[in-house]
């Protein structure tokens, strides 16, 4: 069992930067396909950005201003995430899983472990 809490959401202006961080438990992470999702009021659960041992990936709307990062050695995973947008506005999940492919990271479904989630929100 992997057990993820994540900190570091809250309220900031329009272009602004916020680092979420997502604490794990119960096992090391750096096997684990480690990602972040969103979900805005009204809208379905999205990807937003993935990080395994080769490499990381992002979805489209935030590539460029986000950045995901593992420290295994803290078993941590964090969300830097810069030139913030209203539309950047949801709770954002971390979300830890065995493994999966290119296609399938993106998608909830590989996920095993999730967090309670963070507040973000962008004003402008």
């Known amino acids: 069992q992997v057990q993820l809490v994540e900190s570091g959401g809250g309220l900031v202006l329009a272009g602004g930067s916020l680092r979420l961080s997502c604490a794990a438990s119960?096992?090391?992470?750096?096997?684990?396909?480690m990602a972040w999702f969103r979900q805005a009021p009204g809208k379905d659960r999205e990807f937003v950005a993935f990080?395994?041992?080769?490499?990381?990936n992002y979805a489209d709307s935030v590539k460029g201003r986000f950045t995901v990062s593992k420290d295994t050695a803290a078993n941590t995973v964090s969300l830097q995430m810069n030139s913030l947008k209203p539309e950047d506005t949801a709770v954002y999940y971390c979300?830890?899983?065995?493994?999966?492919?290119?296609?399938?990271?993106?998608?909830?479904?590989?996920?095993?472990?999730w967090g309670q989630g963070t507040q973000v929100t962008v004003s402008s």
């Open positions: 979300a830890a899983a065995v493994g999966c492919s290119d296609y399938t990271c993106g998608r909830s479904g590989p996920y095993n472990y």
């Open positions: 119960g096992r090391p992470i750096r096997s684990y396909v």
């Open positions: 990080t395994r041992n080769y490499g990381a």
